[in-house]
């Protein structure tokens, strides 16, 4: 069973707009949560990430907001640029452990 | 070479064959992982090494054989793999524990026939 989900399997948004991805999980053992950025033919690429003692964490353009209650995540992107195309995964780990649960990614496009 | 580096990119190989893939991390750090993407599936932790020494499986096949012979090198050695191991395999590596960041090589795309 999936503990990480990313239901929109892609998003286009125009150029100078806001880009907003959601990334849900269940297991509320989870503490740390992280974005990653994934063009084709590369690895996925570290973004943004974002501890449970936050609710938000902004870099740049980027910014990460998590709300513990709903266990539901969201990068928002403004303004959105055409490089930012890529597919973006969410992913999840709680302390002690060595794993990284993954979503199925969201492949965004941002129209010129 | 900066970053995590793995080779071969590509691979296409039968059933009865037995190759090796490769990672190398030039960043200093001291854990070493190495994940399968399957088409329209999550990436799926399959091992992980910390100071060269296994500490997670995830319950993967025996036809799937790891080896890290120092800190800065991971292979992944198959053998007999099956048509449905054809995935994207990704090398990561991160300084310590699983709050530091993991760095991803690109990947080496499998096809078994």
């Known amino acids: 069973d999936q503990q990480v989900k990313q239901n929109s399997p892609s998003l286009s948004v125009q150029e100078g707009r806001i880009s907003i991805l959601n990334c849900d999980y269940t297991?509320?053992?989870?503490?740390?949560f992280l974005w990653y950025k994934k063009y084709p033919a590369e690895g996925p690429t570290f973004l943004i990430s974002?501890?449970?003692?936050?609710d938000k964490n902004e870099d740049g353009r980027f910014t990460v907001f998590l709300n513990k209650s709903a266990k539901h995540l969201s990068l928002h992107i403004v303004p959105s640029q055409p490089g930012d195309s890529a597919v973006y995964f969410c992913?999840?780990?709680?302390?002690?452990?060595?794993?990284?649960?993954f979503g199925t990614g969201t492949r965004l496009t941002v129209i010129p | 070479e900066t970053g995590v580096t793995q080779t071969p990119r590509h691979l296409v190989m039968g059933m009865t064959n037995k190759k090796s893939l490769k990672c190398e991390q030039h960043?200093?750090?001291?854990?070493m992982y190495w994940y399968k993407q399957s088409a329209k599936k999550p990436l799926e932790l399959m091992f992980v090494?910390?100071?060269?020494?296994?500490?997670e499986n995830n319950s993967v096949p025996s036809r799937f054989s790891p080896e890290c012979p120092n800190s800065s090198h991971l292979f992944l050695h198959l053998h007999t793999l099956q048509p449905e191991d054809s995935a994207l395999y990704l090398c990561?590596?991160?300084?310590?524990?699983?709050?530091?960041?993991?760095?991803f090589g690109p990947g080496t795309r499998l096809t078994v026939l």
């Open positions: 960043l200093g750090h001291n854990a």
């Open positions: 974002i501890s449970s003692i936050k």
């Open positions: 990561a590596s991160s300084q310590g524990g699983r709050t530091d960041t993991q760095y």
């Open positions: 297991n509320s053992m989870f503490d740390y």
């Open positions: 090494y910390s100071l060269e020494e296994r500490v």
């Open positions: 992913a999840a780990s709680e302390t002690g452990a060595n794993n990284l649960f």
